[in-house]
């Protein structure tokens, strides 16, 4: 038997991730030794009140209030409490007293990433985040290790498990918004705070951290353009699965050109989406997450799994200790971020994609002429018109009729445009919907 | 400007893969440069007649006759050439000059992979092998290093593109094998000598290398059960659509008891094997490939893209290519192969899943009971069986029925025996098809 130095970690929270975490590394430690070749031995849980955690199974003698006291002294620093603050002051001290640092903490990166990626490499620490982003689905290394020799043109991300619960229960169930929602709730798919999730922040905050990596770029949070799924309707997932899309909610990391310098740029954008049904996000199910991506050689790629959970986020965690264990036994100073192409990140208007538009217009001859004389005019080109009867709450004697256009790619500033003169006119009683189309 | 040092890359082999690693590291040189920190200089391309490669775009210059003299001297060794022989004894030379490696070399790995890790370890070489599974789908890095931390319980993998292809259009285009198999040969998804494919055995050096890699222990190709797609018919595919499955080829690595000794092994087997339509491997299509794993904490994980190509695997080699330069730059040691569990690899006979057996029988009372019985007597749980009037071939005056059972897990042995006493059964005209049946 070898003689290991054990590794001293240090646990900063403990909570659904950090108790998983504690206790995979109390069971599995002789298993994770072989393959580190050092021993893990978790020092300290820093924790609010130690008393709340008696019965977590953690042995209590590892629970301290002095989270301070438990960083200095320890190898590899794990920081599962959250939030911003004291998450990042704890972090900045464990790398200054010279610790290497796992982090599952996505708001703090997509806010303070830069200014802490920027001190671990001053300080030649190492920052692992791979958890942040999915869950235990491997993505962060994905992209910073095997792409490495490739390009990435273009991420779709499901990243938001609550979201995508909810939005796929509205699709195989046939639920409204609400009931669809209120399920979620129930089942713990939702925080009783649903805001961070359905108003898209948490994706928001995802899409910054994987844009930043595959792009080599800091995309700072408030430069991601965010639509939550709030306002999406029963009527629209409907509609959407009888003309063989389905709504989901997208992380949309891609490269631009800016259309008045003519420079490359990147556009990180998240909002509600339709997806061909057979394209492989539309096989994405209830709470799982994944992230499809282009890049130039490799070409489509997808990553799928749970993206959410204690013990799938403390999967993530315990790879990266490992990491940072190796790095520790074999040496080498790892992998620094790169954000050598400092792209410039660009405004939601110069996004090209596909939109389908649903109005509701006037059932007389000459409308659709009109119609698709505004879209014309804005230099959107039309794919599909589809024309019907519309149904619902017309008052007698104007007779109305529903259309639903799907258009080419065009900017987003062409189809604001349009569908402002839309709105405007007279012969639409009502833009019911506009979506983007994503995938194609 | 940082100055940099020249890494040397030695590249064997201009095929299909090499041509586009070297277009990759001549084209984007600049930009992996800055992602590495240290220049990537491409300093000779080894192949049997440079002549044939006139007009590959490669510099003429840089291609020479003797592997040798180029490896001697490089930092990093990138061998595409494919095969055993030179292959082997070119990276035994390039990790004892002190060189690290990449290799796409599925078939050197799965037959002489342990003797070259062995080899590495001592050396403190690496010996990178992304491409060699999967083409451009990062598997082997998030294996052996995103999920570190967690277990690994099993693997279906469809790391054959080619069969895929063939099985995929039997089932979404109603062929028979025989037109499916020339389509695929038409379009350049099967060699002029299909072997490899459709026998299994490229599918079973992956599923070699995939499983040591898993179960941190050596699995020798030898101990891979193997069946092909030679066997697999119109009707298979016909009659398992209609129950809601899909034929594909699986490369299944998974951890079992050893019901004599009570003690763990892994089992390692490339079969064809129904998977329900809606299992997220029913969804890969055409020559497309994913891995699919189950890990204790992660859960359900799954890996999609293209499992072939030039540009594709030299995007896997390229990624592999940064990892070493950037160990050059930075310094350590990197990842040691790990065979630390050493688990025994079981026979397929204590591989426990669950099967579907068709049976023609004849049309009498008491049939049904008999066939149960002999079920039963093996400890044969039958879960569902579904009888209906064979349609095919019967002579006048022998009514027959096909029963379809589909069967709660059960050990290969006791199904083997199952199906010998059923064969030797007169009320059993025919035993049509055994599949197994995994992934639900």
Redesign the interface.
Known sequence: MIEYRNLRIALLGAGSVGS?VAA?LLE?GD??A??VGAGLELVGVAVRDPEKHRDSGIPFELFTTDAESLIVGADIVVEVMGGLSPARELITLAMTSGADVVTANKALLATHGPELFELAEQLGAQLYY?ASVA????II??LR???????IERIYGIVNGSTNYILDRMDADDLAAEDAQQIALELGYLEADPTLDVEGYDAAQKAAILASLAF?TTVPLEAVHREGITNVTHEQVRSAREAGFVVKLLAVCERLVDPTSGEEGVSVRVHPALVPRTH?LG?VHGGNNAVFLE?A??????????GA?G??T??????????AA??HV??????AE?T??NLPVLPIAHVVTRYQVTLRVIDEPGVLAHVAGVFSRHDVSVETVQQSPFSGGTEPGSATATLVIVTHTATEAALTATVAELTASDAVTEVASVLRVEGI
Chains 1, 2 share one sequence.
């Open positions: 998983q995979l599995h298993e994770l072989q393959r791979e869950a235990a689905i491997p290394r994905p290790e095997s792409l490495a020799g490739d390009r080599h492989p096989a890049a050689a490799a070409g489509p790629l997808m990553f799928y799994g749970a959970g013990i799938q403390a999967s993530a965690v315990l790879g990266d200790v490992v990491s190796r790095r074999l040496g080498g100073p790892g992998v790169s050598h192409a």
